[in-house]
């Protein structure tokens, strides 16, 4: 700049033309305008469409005014950056709808009367009744699937993590990657063929438990290691040094500098198995009445007593569906949000 | 504890002292509870295995129980009459629904996944990323029951324009032609598992553009390269193999879904042409609905046809694994 004396004549041709801030949001307008013209005209009445015409007019008129004013590579730029937000608007509504729907039509039957009353007498048509059965039959099959996937989960990770080399480990680390991939369906069916078809014991909430486990166990393990990992090595050296056996040096001082970490992973994954419905579908069965004895008998769960609602397919059911889906979604969230409070509260302190 | 401990425990002490042995000695790991300790996790690791081969093993032999009785051919039969004597039952209607409504998931989801991930990383207001990641972390873990009943009730009613629309202009195709059933069909359910799938691939996607070096974008900015150019020759190479293996981790959950499925097609067993029109079935699908009226044998045959998926997820994502794990970092199995 200092060397060179630019002339204005060719100050205009180092810069080239550029639309104004403002374009963006103009060519928006103008094509929510143009998608509502043209779906209007053509008669078309799904508003999903009109969206879609909006759209596709924004995409095509920024790239035409961006060509002629600012050239084709900025045009190109603007075209992208068009469709990273049609993207991310197109991909919103959907899950902005799951929830909206959920809390709105679940909020119609959703009370305390719901929640502490079982199926019991209830007929599909007849509105009443409430999920207190299914609640009681997932909170004890969870709970049974977290005893027994948590410590066998948390153990791996530490022979991953401290004592892990050599072939057994890698052999282990990949499993339980692939195993993070096991269908639902396919956990259910392997209990079902091992522990009721072979075993010949009869459908029951342990059943489901030790599905749920199997989905459990590689979550456990996985985000249990991330957290050990990050557990700085001068704490275990100077552990050691000080004489401690390597086993009290995991339990007193690993452990717990990570044990923030750990709770999160296990919320997380309790959350993920919460939800799941076909290894219950096919091992727990499903029951309209109270069964508080999760080693007999068929139990109901939450998941499953939506699933059996919508399938009745009558307005009261239809409404009890989505109540019970309400609950299993708040259930699910509380757990994440405190599972990520916690991840921030208590994340270990990597040192400097 | 102490040296003398330490010093009699150092000449190796038996023969059947391997190398493993030694190592252990080497560290000072040889009291009974670093013993008790590491066989107890040693267990649980084995435990695991023991777990996985279990399920291969177990799901096999009640698989071929069912398939020694089958008089159809178990992988073209279009039929699944597990009642008749003798039974036929095959899994060519199954394995086509499933790979198709996995493809058609595949196909909407993975570009917008990208999209919506570039966004929060590269295009969004600073203050607006992070929420909007948390959000879609939060929406990764709703349940795909849910999914299900907002699929039925609300989303297939909204679905009838569109199959109108498709079956004007592209019906002629034959692919996308419409008789007017409820929209209960295979694009139906390949819509519904992309919404579902979204939140992981953009999750794990978002994690490996977050990561991509920022020297070479400076660089490529201080070139004179626009935005857009930043990310498609820095930003996507780096980030390539992460969104295939995020890719083939949301394609395992499509093709293993359950629910979503059953309760949003309406099936039948045979192939339609249309995807527009309803029928057809997949594996998981087809083990739901089928299990509650199955005799033993008919569960048998539904666990042979389980083990399919078994063996196609394996698979997927075994190949996913294997491109994750030469680059080790993004590993998805968080999220």
Known sequence: MSNAPVTRKHASTLRGGSLPKWSPWAIAAGSVVAGLGISLAAGLDSKVQWGLIAAIVFVLGTYGFAARVEGRRQAKDRVATSMVWVCFIVAVVPLVSLIWETLKRGAKVFDVYFLSHSMGVVADTETGGGIYHALIGTLEQVGIASLIAVPVGVLTAIYLVEYGRGKLARAVTFFVDVMTGIPSIVAGLFVLSFWILIMGMGYSGFAGAMALAILMMPVVVRSTEEMLKLVPNELREASLALGIPKWRTILKVVLPTSIGGITTGVMLAVARITGETAPVLLLVWGTNFINNNPFSGPQASLPLYIYRQYAAGTPASTDRAWAAALALILFVMILNMGARAIARWKAPKTGR | ?335
Do not use: C
């Open chain 2, 1 to 335: 504890m102490d040296i003398s401990t330490q010093s009699t425990q150092a000449p190796p002490p038996t023969p059947r002292s391997s190398s493993a042995s030694r190592k252990r000695a080497a560290r000072g790991a040889t009291r009974p509870g670093d013993r008790v300790f590491l066989a107890l996790s040693r267990g649980s690791g084995i435990l695991l295995l023991v777990i996985m081969a279990a399920i291969a093993v177990f799901l096999t032999y009640r698989a071929s129980l069912a398939l020694s009785k089958n008089e159809g051919n178990f992988l073209t039969t279009f039929e699944w009459n597990t009642g008749l004597v003798p039974p036929v039952f095959g899994i060519a209607v199954l394995a086509f629904g499933t790979v198709v409504s996995a493809i058609i998931a595949m196909a909407l989801a993975v570009p917008v996944a990208v999209g919506i991930a570039l966004f929060i990383t590269h295009y969004a207001p600073r203050k607006l990323g992070g929420p909007i990641a948390y959000v879609i972390d939060l929406l990764a873990a709703v349940p795909s029951i849910v999914y299900g009943l907002w699929g039925a009730i609300v989303l297939v009613p909204h679905l009838n324009g569109l199959f109108g629309w498709l079956d004007t202009y592209l019906g002629w195709t034959g692919i996308f032609s419409w008789q007017g059933g409820a929209p209960r069909s295979m694009l139906t359910v390949g819509i519904l598992l992309a919404i579902m799938i979204l939140p992981i691939i953009t999750n794990v996607s978002r994690e490996v553009f977050r990561q991509a070096p920022q020297m070479h974008q400076e660089a490529a900015l201080a070139l004179g390269a626009t935005r857009w150019e930043v990310i498609r020759m820095s930003v996507l190479p780096f980030g390539r193999s992460g969104v295939i293996s995020a890719s083939m981790l949301g394609l395992g959950r499509a093709l293993g879904e359950t629910m979503a499925v059953a309760t949003v097609l309406s099936p039948t067993f045979d192939i339609q042409a249309s995807l527009l029109d309803p029928g057809g079935g997949t594996f998981a699908q087809n083990i739901a609905a089928k299990f509650n009226e199955a005799t033993v044998f008919g569960q048998d045959a539904l666990i042979a046809s389980g083990l399919v998926l078994f063996v196609i997820t394996l698979l997927v994502n075994g190949a996913a694994r294997f491109i994750i794990n030469r680059r080790k970092e993004y590993s998805g199995a968080n999220a």
